[in-house]
């Protein structure tokens, strides 16, 4: 089944404690990207990866970090976290432009 | 500026009726736009686009028309069900200096439709 895969769906930390959601797609895409959900906002782009190896900022990459080395993962990583980075996160891929994209389940992440 | 507006943050329609989801943009040079629908728990799922050199698609009780001269696009459900009951966003690819679209998507704030039996 196609789909892209997201862990864990819900965490809870502390403030400071490093941590990496991960994300896997099994559909070959070249695009990769992740969103945060806040109410009120909409969907807002953290990082976007047009292929392995080349990445780049979104709309609120600040306290984020990405890495593409395959094409098939792009783990978001959050070396110390912050109570206004508690949100709901979806990654998604897509084959090229002008496709939708395919998002995971979301990460509901709590920083306490 | 590069805004996709959806200024109805909910909507309530009686089963079979017409849902319409309306949705606003600021930029004359998106190349297309898109609807998402999301369902609590899961993440968003593509549900239908449009380009911006047509006015109308349609996929079975599902069609968005394009206003280019209002920027204004709206996505039309005939008949509802209560299955349609979720939040749908209207995105939008950003584009680049030189006018070119990009893959990443701009959306806006999302419209709760609920859908009465």
């Known amino acids: 089944e196609a789909q892209v895969t997201q862990n864990p769906r819900y965490l809870i930390t502390v403030t400071g404690k490093k941590l990496t959601v991960t994300c896997s797609q099994n559909?070959?895409?070249?695009?990769m990207s992740w969103y945060r959900q806040d109410p009120g906002l909409g969907l807002r782009q953290i990082y976007y990866?047009?292929?392995?190896?080349?990445?780049d900022k979104g709309d609120v990459p600040e306290g984020y970090k990405v890495s593409r080395k395959e094409k098939r993962n792009f783990p978001l990583i959050l070396e110390s976290p912050s109570p206004n980075q508690t949100s709901l996160y979806f990654c998604a891929s897509s084959f090229g432009q002008g496709d939708g994209y395919t998002f995971g389940s979301g990460t509901r992440l709590t920083v306490v | 500026d590069q805004q996709v507006k959806q200024n109805s943050p909910s909507l309530s329609v009686q089963e079979g009726r017409i849902s319409i989801l309306n949705c606003d943009y600021t930029?004359?040079?998106?190349?297309?736009f898109l609807w998402y629908k999301k369902y609590p728990a899961e993440g968003p799922t593509f549900l239908i686009s449009i380009s911006s050199i047509k006015d109308k698609n349609e996929d079975g009780r599902f069609t968005v028309f394009l206003n280019k001269s209002a920027k204004h696009l709206s996505l039309h459900i005939v008949p509802s069900q209560p299955g349609d009951s979720a939040v749908y966003f209207c995105a939008a690819p950003s584009i680049m200096n030189y006018g070119g679209a990009t893959n990443k998507l701009i959306f806006g704030t999302g419209t709760l439709l609920a859908v009465q039996p």
């Open positions: 990866s047009m292929n392995v190896e080349v990445t």
């Open positions: 559909m070959n895409h070249e695009y």
């Open positions: 930029n004359s040079m998106f190349d297309y």
